[in-house]
């Protein structure tokens, strides 16, 4: 079982929302990232849990708040953004976070944000 | 600054004919690449993985890396219009992964 899932599938939002995404995965696998994508671009990690600590942060604004509950769950904690802030939300797992890793993604959160 | 670059395309090829994608990068002491296809809408999904000079193949998939002069590329034989879809070429760099721009593939009928 190579899956990775992730709610909701959408959410829009208004700017003085809080709301939250919701990644799982049972992979046994111990590093979980948080990827933003936008149309037409590649996706741009925002952060990355190894072991359950946070081992980085792309300078990614404070709106944005991760957290890492167990080694199967990510969150993102999302308050107060902007509409610039719409794209689709990628979470991703992988053994361990080792350079010869694959990261399996799962199918991704479209926010909207108005 | 590490980087990948990549032809966006679109690249457009015949069905049953070979679509050749092509990545170099910047990091000469990389190791590990990769090639993931994207749907329109969906998320990435791994294609392919190499570490080591040389051909990798997996069906009608052929990965090749060639780290003396920084390139991968990725040979799709037989395409078929359901390998039309953005590819990305990846490189792992200190934990992360550097994305190229994609390719965006069209296989016409």
């Known amino acids: 079982d190579t899956e990775v899932t992730q709610t909701p599938k959408h959410l829009v939002m208004g700017m003085t929302n809080k709301k939250s995404l919701k990644c799982e995965q049972h992979?046994?696998?111990?590093?979980m990232y948080w990827y933003k994508q936008k149309a037409k671009k590649p996706p741009e990690l925002m952060f990355v849990y190894s072991y359950e600590k946070l081992s980085i942060n792309e300078s990614v604004p404070s709106r944005f708040s991760p957290e890492c509950p167990n080694s199967s769950l990510l969150n993102l904690h999302l308050h107060a953004l902007q509409p610039e802030d719409s794209a689709l939300y990628l979470c991703?797992?992988?053994?361990?976070?080792?350079?010869?890793?694959?990261?399996?993604f799962g199918p991704g959160t479209r926010l909207t944000v108005l | 600054q590490k980087e990948v670059e990549q032809n966006s395309g679109p690249l457009s090829v015949p069905e049953g004919a070979i679509a050749s994608l092509n990545c170099t990068y910047s990091?000469?002491?990389?190791?590990?690449f990769f090639w993931y296809r994207q749907y329109s809408g969906k998320s990435p999904e791994l294609i392919m993985s190499?570490?080591?000079?040389g051909d990798k193949e997996d069906g009608r998939f052929t990965a090749q890396l060639n780290k003396a002069s920084q390139y991968v590329s990725l040979l799709i034989r037989d395409s078929q219009p359901s390998d039309s879809a953005t590819y990305l070429c990846v490189e792992e760099g200190g934990g992360k992964l550097i994305f190229g721009q994609g390719t965006e593939l069209s296989v016409k009928p």
């Open positions: 190499i570490y080591s000079n």
């Open positions: 991703a797992s992988s053994e361990t976070g080792g350079f010869t890793d694959t990261q399996y």
């Open positions: 992979m046994g696998h111990r590093a």
């Open positions: 990091d000469r002491v990389s190791q590990s």
